[in-house]
């Protein structure tokens, strides 16, 4: 196994503050090198101690506003949702995939070769909470049967994403939960940055990175959450977005190959995953699970599932993206990676 190391820089801001007068005060800004892929996020301390600056309290008026006026337009309701489309009787020959409450359909404005929208629930709202594991293993357990029958359909078809947008902070046009999946011939930019590193890291290590990325991380101990099955959950050294949340298959690359004891294992954390978010006053989040087909190739990639947080709805919304991210592509720190761990041990440990 190789060790993993994560390199951290500090460096110190001073200014006058008007708050106390315009006395000096200073102030610690540290920056946090993704080990892998080497993109940066940064962290003061001050914003985790005001951090409802930032996100805002979630407006539960609003929210119950929102889902009431939704409700009676919504087509993935029950009421409506005969009227989405349907697959091509070649690769789905019922139309659609019906596990418990999910339903897969074809997104109607595709944005790959192969491209699925899963239904997770007849709610046309749910709490973090209430995202349990049985409505995302059945969500899942859909996403894998519609895989599978692309793989069986297009050779080509190669790289997978599933995702979510809950809520319109996450991007969602639709409050009613739901998953999509991408399947397609060409990687998109991230998912080829990240098959070519960890490819690299096998090359010249001889060793899966995230496999050893889990050693590193359960030897030190702050940020490793725990493991679900297969899957380990960690609190990401330097996240893509707030509060990320890793999983990673100990084996697996291949979403077609999870067996039923996997996808299951993924859903308890994942609901697991979203109670955290839930206790730390979230309610909005997207993720992203990024597989690909077994090959004959030893890249040294596993199934990675990366869950985050986004801003709460509330009045007079602002994105919670901004020049940091969308012009430097550096993420900033909320709440710090190691405070997140240890809350979502606390979770999990609940179940």
Known sequence: MATIGFRTTEQAAELLNPLKHFSAAAQRV?????????????YNPLIEEGVKTFIG??????????????????IFCPEKIEAVA???????????????????????????????????????????????????????????????????????????????????????????????????????????????????????????????????????????????????????YAPLASNEILAVHESRG?????????????????????????SLNYLSFNFTLYARRDGAEDDGFNCLLRCMTRQNPYPNYRTDDFFLQKGLQTELIVTLPETLAQRSREVLAAR
């Open 86 to 236: 349907r697959f091509v009787p070649a690769l789905v020959p019922e139309g659609r995939i019906r596990v418990g409450e999910a339903v897969l359909f074809p997104n109607l404005l595709a944005l790959a070769p192969h491209h699925a929208v899963a239904v997770v629930s007849r709610a046309h709202f749910l709490e973090l909470s209430e995202f349990t594991p049985d409505l995302i293993g059945n969500a899942l357990l859909g996403v894998r049967q519609y895989v599978a029958a692309v793989f069986a359909q297009d050779a080509a078809a190669r790289h997978v994403s599933v995702n979510a947008n809950y809520l319109f902070p996450a991007g969602a046009s639709l409050m009613h939960p739901h998953f999509q999946v991408l399947v397609s011939h060409e990687p998109y930019t991230h998912v080829a940055r990240l098959l070519q590193a960890c490819s690299d890291y096998c090359a010249a290590h001889g060793a899966n990175y995230h496999n050893d990325l889990i050693d590193t991380e359960r030897a030190r101990g702050e940020r490793y959450i725990g493991a679900t099955g297969a899957w380990h959950w960690l609190a990401a």
């Open 30 to 42: 540290q920056l946090r090198t993704d080990p892998l892929l080497g993109h940066s996020a940064v």
């Open 57 to 74: 309290a979630v407006d539960h008026p609003l929210v119950e506003r929102l889902k009431d006026d939704s409700a009676s337009g919504c």
């Open 254 to 278: 291949d979403f077609a190959a999870l067996t039923d004891a996997d996808i299951a294992e993924l859903a308890r954390g994942m609901s697991a995953t979203l109670r955290c978010y839930e």
